[in-house]
């Protein structure tokens, strides 16, 4: 099979933010991946980053309507936090740039990293990112075909 490649189309590329991911995905769709389970208002669910398997861990709807969580056993967070915080914690205390990529890769979004965030956009997890899958496409060579 023989493919047109039209080099006029112009492509939507959009930078990877937290503001990219959640037009995509939904905090709940992050949450429940990270949780492996899904996840309602006033439920308490064990934090995945604790090694203590009580139920500590809650959600509820912040004043913005963002979807935030709280580990009550934790006596240094004060307040609720939001979901790109829960990845940080959840994937072994990684940066804010290193949670932004691991959920782009993890969930498959296809956004951009920005060149101020390094190679791939994480400084430490580069080799957690899969390959991409060739795809066999074959180029129109003949402009008449």
């Not at 949450?31 to 492996?36: A, K, P, S, T, V």
Request: hydrophobic share 35%.
């Amino acid at each position: 099979m023989t493919h047109k490649l039209n080099f006029n189309e112009e492509l939507e590329i959009q930078p990877l933010t937290k503001a990219a991911i959640l037009s995509k995905v939904s905090e709940q769709q992050v949450y429940e991946y990270y949780l492996e389970e899904s996840i309602y208002i006033g439920r308490r669910y064990s934090a995945p980053y604790r090694d203590n398997p009580g139920m500590s861990l809650s959600f509820t709807i912040a004043n913005d309507g963002g979807l935030v969580w709280r580990d009550w056993g934790d006596t240094t967070v004060e307040k609720a936090q939001d979901v790109i915080s829960f990845v940080m914690k959840a994937c072994g205390n990684i940066n804010f740039r290193e949670a932004l990529m691991r959920i782009n890769v993890d969930l498959s979004l296809g956004l951009v990293p920005s060149m101020d965030m390094g190679v791939c956009g994480a400084t430490t997890r580069v080799k957690d990112i899969p390959k991409r899958k060739k795809e066999n496409r074959q180029i129109q060579t003949s402009l008449c075909s």
